[in-house]
């Protein structure tokens, strides 16, 4: 079994700061690329930001500039730094992992968290 479990969602002013941690657990041979996801009520998913296994980055045009990207493959953990947020990033921010989980062949899957809830409100 491959577990993601996410922390650090909660309540947050206008212009705060909040940063969420992944930590992937579980069978699997190696992490491929990690990334944040969320969802808004009545809205589809969407892409907030991705880090590759050699840290390439890429970023919504909504988080450029605010929001950071980073892993430890040591720890097989994904953080979110997440500055200036405004209303509009309230939202359920999902974990997700591309992963190889088995030696014996080149299968990947993506798995996902099970959502931490952002609220960015006044």
């Known amino acids: 079994q491959v577990q993601l479990v996410e922390s650090g969602g909660g309540l947050v002013q206008p212009g705060g700061s909040l940063r969420l941690s992944c930590a992937a657990s579980?069978?699997?041979?190696?992490?491929?690329?990690m990334g944040w996801y969320r969802q808004a009520p009545g809205k589809q998913r969407e892409l907030v930001a991705t880090?590759?296994?050699?840290?390439?980055?890429n970023y919504a045009d909504s988080a450029k500039g605010r929001f950071t990207i980073s892993r430890d493959n040591t720890k097989n953990t994904v953080w979110l730094q997440m500055n200036s947020l405004k209303p509009e990033d309230t939202a359920v921010y999902y974990c997700?992992?591309?992963?190889?989980?088995?030696?014996?062949?080149?299968?990947?899957?993506?798995?996902w968290g099970q959502g931490t809830q952002v609220t960015v409100s006044s």
């Open positions: 880090i590759s296994s050699d840290r390439s980055t």
């Open positions: 579980g069978s699997f041979v190696s992490i491929n690329a």
């Open positions: 997700n992992a591309n992963l190889r989980i088995s030696w014996f062949n080149r299968k990947v899957d993506d798995y």
